[in-house]
Each structure stands twice: as structure tokens, then as C-alpha cells.
């Protein structure tokens, strides 16, 4: 490895990624999500700068679509956060991956959530609209054909704004989470994330790899939304 890392590490696989990997680790891999993603991932600020605000015209709920939604912690967090400021959502959670969909299915249900296996290109030809689309820690883990495809699809099912949320590649995100990580165990938690931002782009080559219309938003030391708004 680069110590540097300075390319993308693109042909790694993260080992939740292969399909006969140990289901128990991968079951508290998307358990402990729900820890990294509220510490560390950076939805709270997310949160409060482009959702908690947003109104619909006909004073409906506001739709959510949750693209490669794991487990489904975040969903969870968003209408969490939302109910508690008296705001309606209705959050859409969607994975192609079975085994995500399933844990996310068995989740206790939670008012203006719900969780579907499906691919985002599904939801385009069922002619769905969502107010945001958005996604976490995902990009990185796309072929350059299917990240075109996620945006294309995401222009199409947004009618407001598209949010991907991703890791800097940097050493020092590498260096620190490799010790933050050290509690998680008895998951992929930690070898996958060190992968993840091995894979990771900097902001430079993410927005040479978006389309036009988009934008890269630095949203911490080590997050970046690849960001598509209408208007």
C-alpha cells in the first residue's frame, strides 16, 4: 500500500462486499454502523444545513430516498431527528444486497421509514419522485460505470436535491481511524473501513468523475458531498 495514498486503492474489496463472507460478522457490522454513522460520518450537520428546513409546498411529508441504505441506521437517525423538531418525513431506505435489506427489514419499525431490496434504477422506470436522494459512505465502493449510473438516477428521482455522502482519502483519516476503530469488534468494521478509505476519492478526483451539475462540498476534515441541486 501507498503509504501516501495517493491513488485510489479501486480494484480493493471491502470483505462485507463478498457475497459468502461470515454472516454473524456482517450482522454486527451493520449493527455497529449505527455507531460510526452518528459519530463519525457527519449526518447531524447534514441534517441541520439541508433537510431540517426544507418545506413542501402542499405541506406534505418531506421524501427521503436512502440509496444503499446498509442496515438502515441512518434512516432511522434522519426521521428520529426529524420527528423530535415536528417535521413529517417519509424516508425510503433501498439495497440490492439481500442481506442488508433483510437486517433492515427486521429493525424495529419506526414511523415514516420503510426498507425495500431494490436497485435506484428500479425506482426510475416505477417513475418514483423523491424530494432528496441521498447515500453514505457509498461512492467509493462504485465501478466508475455505476457511479455514472447512481447519478444519472439520482437526477432523475430528485426533485430537489441529490446528497452523497463520502470519505476523504487522506493519511491522517487513515492513521486515526485505524485507532478509533479498535473497539469495534467481532466485525468487518475496522479492516473494511481502512479499505473504504484506501478506496476513497479526494475531492479533486471525485468532482473529475462527476458529470456536469454537480459539486463537491467539503462537509468536515474528512467527509465531502458530491452534491446535485435543481434550480
Same mark, same amino acid.
Given at each position: 500500500m501507498d503509504i501516501l495514498l495517493s491513488r485510489r486503492a479501486a480494484g480493493d474489496v471491502e470483505q !462485507? $462486499?463478498?457475497? $459468502?463472507? $461470515?454472516?454473524?460478522?456482517? $450482522?454486527?457490522?451493520?449493527?455497529?454502523?449505527g455507531i460510526i454513522n452518528?459519530?463519525? %460520518? #457527519?449526518?447531524r450537520r447534514l441534517y441541520t444545513r439541508e433537510l431540517r428546513n426544507l418545506k413542501r409546498p402542499d405541506r406534505g411529508p418531506l421524501t427521503v430516498l436512502d440509496i444503499g441504505c446498509g442496515g438502515g441506521d441512518l434512516a432511522v437517525m434522519l426521521a428520529r431527528w426529524a420527528a423530535r423538531d415536528g !417535521?413529517?418525513?417519509?424516508?425510503t431506505g433501498i439495497d440490492p444486497d439481500p442481506r442488508a435489506a433483510g437486517f433492515a427489514r427486521r429493525r424495529p419499525p419506526v414511523p415514516g421509514v420503510e426498507f425495500r431490496q431494490a436497485h435506484s434504477g428500479e425506482l426510475v422506470r416505477e417513475g418514483a419522485a423523491f424530494d432528496v436522494v441521498? %447515500?453514505?459512505? !457509498?461512492?467509493?465502493?462504485l465501478g466508475s460505470e455505476e457511479l455514472r449510473q447512481l447519478l444519472a438516477d439520482s437526477e432523475i428521482l430528485a426533485s430537489r436535491k441529490a446528497l452523497h455522502n463520502d470519505l476523504v482519502r487522506s493519511p491522517t483519516a487513515f492513521a486515526l481511524f485505524s485507532v478509533a476503530a479498535l473497539p469495534f469488534l467481532h466485525s468487518f468494521i475496522r479492516q473494511d473501513g481502512l479499505t473504504s478509505i484506501r478506496r476513497s476519492y479526494r475531492p479533486a478526483e471525485? @468532482? @473529475? @468523475? @462527476?458529470?456536469? #451539475?454537480? %459539486?463537491?462540498?467539503? %462537509?468536515s476534515a474528512f467527509h465531502q458531498v458530491l452534491t446535485y441541486r435543481r434550480g
Open positions: !462485507m $462486499d463478498h457475497p $459468502d463472507c $461470515d454472516p454473524r460478522l456482517l $450482522d454486527n457490522t451493520y449493527r455497529q454502523f452518528r459519530v463519525l %460520518s #457527519g449526518w !417535521m413529517t418525513v417519509q424516508i441521498i %447515500s453514505n459512505h !457509498m461512492l467509493h465502493h471525485l @468532482a @473529475a @468523475a @462527476a458529470p456536469p #451539475g454537480w %459539486s463537491v462540498e467539503r %462537509s
